[in-house]
């Protein structure tokens, strides 16, 4: 008889059957599959600016904060794009034509809803409050997150550590007791500095 493998889900919950008091997930494209539709938003605002931009660089800098990302941007291509005014025209387009078509990671929604009841859950995003809650809805699983850490309300954003360390707070559990779910190198850079278990849930084959 033929083994199959482990299912993609079937791997995460082995991942995270160790103890933990607390999952915290990040966003956009963890639980969210809409990087592309981030990608496709920063280059047409770049665009109306004159600045052409290769979407890979989004991809690179996944849970920055968006006017991290565009002094970035300003940087490697020497232009002088304005990171606030970016910041707002950006989520609006993602708001008004993209964010209603996002579709779920499969994955790894149905191990947050797998767990709900069962650990603490967190969602800790370099996006904004709105569009993180707006994203969750369109997901169905916004009643199933106990508190959300935003761009802008911490001192610092990934790969800093003081997103997670501020969900931590927020849950009353010590960072040692918490897993983090991450698609990209900062959140797992932040992940590691706050002392915390991590899983690059694109990495799982």
Known sequence: MEL????KYEKLVARSDKGY??????CDGT????MKAHALTYIKVAADQGVAIDGAIIDELAGWPVPAVVREINKRYGSNMDPEEFAEIRQKLYHDEYIAKITP???VVD????HYGKVKIAVVSGGSREAVEKTLNVLGIADLVETLVCAGETPHGKPAP???????IKLGVEPKDCLVFED????????????????RIDQLD
């Open 4 to 7: 199959t493998s482990p299912t």
């Open 21 to 26: 008091k607390a999952f915290l997930y990040d």
């Open 31 to 34: 639980l969210a599959d809409n």
């Open 105 to 107: 990671v499969e994955h």
């Open 111 to 114: 191990h947050l809803k797998a």
């Open 162 to 168: 003081d997103p997670f360390l501020a969900a931590a």
């Open 184 to 199: 990209g190198d900062p959140g797992v850079q932040s992940a590691m500095a706050a002392g915390m278990d991590w899983v």
